[in-house]
């Protein structure tokens, strides 16, 4: 587990040095992405036109990432059915220390785990985790490193305000 922990986090470190693209910034399009869900269904963001979405991208090893998992599924039950998806996008190195760590802490949200560094270099991901909050036309509208508590009614009310936008 500690290796991996050290090759995410020189994968992170390499793309940010190595990466051509710049960081994208609240008010830009989203990234368009491919991913694969941990059960192989396809999923692409375009298939959220129309919806807020929330991406997330997480690793096993990250602690935050344990704190985040309950407040992503307490938003998936409390918006889901307002048009609000969570995508969880992986970025562990083998799917097995995905799965053992959702085995403990379950999502009751689209996990993506195919495609996602390549995700994250197009988000320019430079911390775990990082979420995106992307409005009904596709905008990035909110960015979030890391995942603590006294943050939640926040994000909660920003995304009560996209769901609400026309």
Known sequence: MFSNMIKNILFLVLTVLFSNAHAVAVGENAPHCVLTSINNTPAHFHEYSGKVLYVDFWASWCGSCMQSFPFLNQLTHEFGSQGLHIVGVNLDEKVDDALAFLGHHPSQFTI????????????????????????????IRHIHQGFRDGETEELKQQIAQLLAEK
Request: hydrophobic share 30%.
């Open 112 to 139: 993506a785990n195919h495609g996602g560094e390549s995700c994250a270099k197009s988000f320019d991901v430079q911390a775990m985790p990082t979420s995106y909050l992307i409005d009904k036309h596709g905008v």
